[in-house]
Each structure stands twice: as structure tokens, then as C-alpha cells.
């Protein structure tokens, strides 16, 4: 009776021993955070491949897991004809075309630009040998439309409005950091499109109309910097 109570006294013991170094290992852990800056390319359906840049904060929520906020500019597409991008000019669109003398497929897209607002998790096991890591996330994200330049043979002949975006995206990625100063690598998949898109372009007052899809559909390549705490 004595030996088994000493053994349990024991265990006890050693137990409580190892819940303040749990505890203090989850603190850590889940704490964890910190903010960023990143830049790279972006590849889209409609708009073909662009520049990416902006910044992230990360908020620590349970063990290996935190909140990822980022926010930045996309632009400097390719100049894609409407014909490529698969819209279709109604008849007005396509008498202002003929107006100024431009072809209504060969005309282009040009000086698109979008504004990519983002919220999601990301799981980041602990580091290998403390410096080397590997994370995977997925979330939603708003993706503003700042519109673009329907151009023909180098001449503005209007300027294309479209509604914003909603979609959702994923990522894997690679990390090493020393101390709070971390350098990262990743790849992201996007997908985010509106269907059957309008907008309306004016030339000198004459109004006219041009559908297709936007599709922001694609993988993103980053590379960037960040600062833990």
C-alpha cells in the first residue's frame, strides 16, 4: 500500500512538474506572429501574368496555427485583345469601334490593375532545427478592380469598369528564419471569377457595352521577408 501510494505521489509530482513547461511550450507557440512584406508574380485566365506586392500581418490563435491578413496591388499585365480575353462587344460597342476605326476583336485590354484584400489560417509546424520551415494555408479573399484601358493601335478609346471579386485561395511555402528575421518562399492558387461580366464604355458621348468573364483564376509565385515575434 505504501509503495503504490509513493508511486502515485510520484507521478503527481512529475506531472505537475510538466504542465508549466507545457503550458509555457503552448504560450510560445501560439503567440507566435508577426508581420511581412512580399512580392512576385501573378498569373491570371483573363489578364495573363502580372507583378504582386504587399504586406501581411499573422496574429498567433492556437498552437501552429495563426490568422494570416494580407493586403497588396497586382498590375502590369499583359495586353490581352478582347477577342483573347473572350469578350464579346455588343452592336453600340462595336459601331464605336468601327468609328474610330479599330477592329473590335484585335482591340486591347491594357493597364489592368486589382487590389487583393486577404484573410485565412495558415499551420506552421515547428521548424526543423529551429531555422528550417514548411507552412500551408488557405482562406477568402476581395479583390478590388481598379479597371482598365480598351486601346487601339497605341490610341485610349475608353475605359472598362468591372465589379469587384470575391474567391478564395491556398498556399504551401517554404521558410528559414534566425532569430525573429525570417525569409520565405511560397506558391498560391487563386480562384476568383464573375461570370458573364458587363461594362460600358463611352467614346465623345456614344455608349456601348462589352461582356465576357473576368477570371483571376491562377497561381501566384511570392518571395518575401518577415519579422516574427
Known amino acids: 500500500m505504501t509503495s503504490r501510494k509513493s508511486a ?4 503527481v509530482s512529475a506531472l505537475r512538474s510538466a504542465v508549466p513547461a507545457l503550458a509555457a511550450a503552448f504560450a510560445l507557440q501560439a503567440g507566435a506572429g508577426g508581420i511581412g512584406f512580399w512580392g512576385g508574380s501573378m498569373d491570371t485566365e483573363t489578364f495573363g501574368k502580372g507583378f504582386t506586392a504587399g504586406a501581411q500581418v499573422e496574429v498567433g490563435t492556437v ?3 495563426s490568422l494570416l491578413l494580407r493586403g497588396g496591388y497586382a498590375g502590369g499585365f499583359d ?13 453600340n460597342a462595336r459601331k464605336i469601334l468601327q468609328r474610330v476605326g479599330a477592329d473590335s476583336a484585335a482591340a486591347e485590354m491594357e493597364d489592368f490593375g486589382l487590389v487583393p484584400l486577404e484573410a485565412g489560417l495558415v499551420l506552421r509546424p515547428p521548424a526543423l532545427f529551429g531555422v528550417i520551415g514548411v507552412y500551408a494555408g488557405a482562406g477568402a479573399g476581395y479583390y478590388y478592380l481598379s479597371g482598365f484601358d480598351i486601346v487601339d493601335r497605341g490610341a485610349k478609346i475608353s475605359t472598362g469598369e468591372a465589379s469587384d471579386l470575391f474567391g478564395w485561395w491556398a498556399l504551401a511555402g517554404a521558410d528559414i528564419g534566425i532569430s525573429f528575421f525570417h525569409v520565405f518562399a511560397e506558391a498560391k492558387y487563386t480562384s476568383a471569377k464573375n461570370d458573364d461580366e458587363t461594362f460600358d464604355i463611352d467614346w465623345h458621348g456614344a455608349a456601348g457595352a462589352v461582356r465576357g468573364d473576368i477570371d483571376l483564376t491562377g497561381l501566384t509565385v511570392l518571395g518575401g521577408i518577415r519579422f516574427e515575434w
Open 8 to 11: 502515485l505521489l510520484s507521478a
Open 79 to 91: 495586353d490581352v485583345t478582347l477577342r483573347d480575353a473572350g469578350f464579346t462587344a455588343g452592336a
Open 63 to 65: 498552437p501552429w496555427v
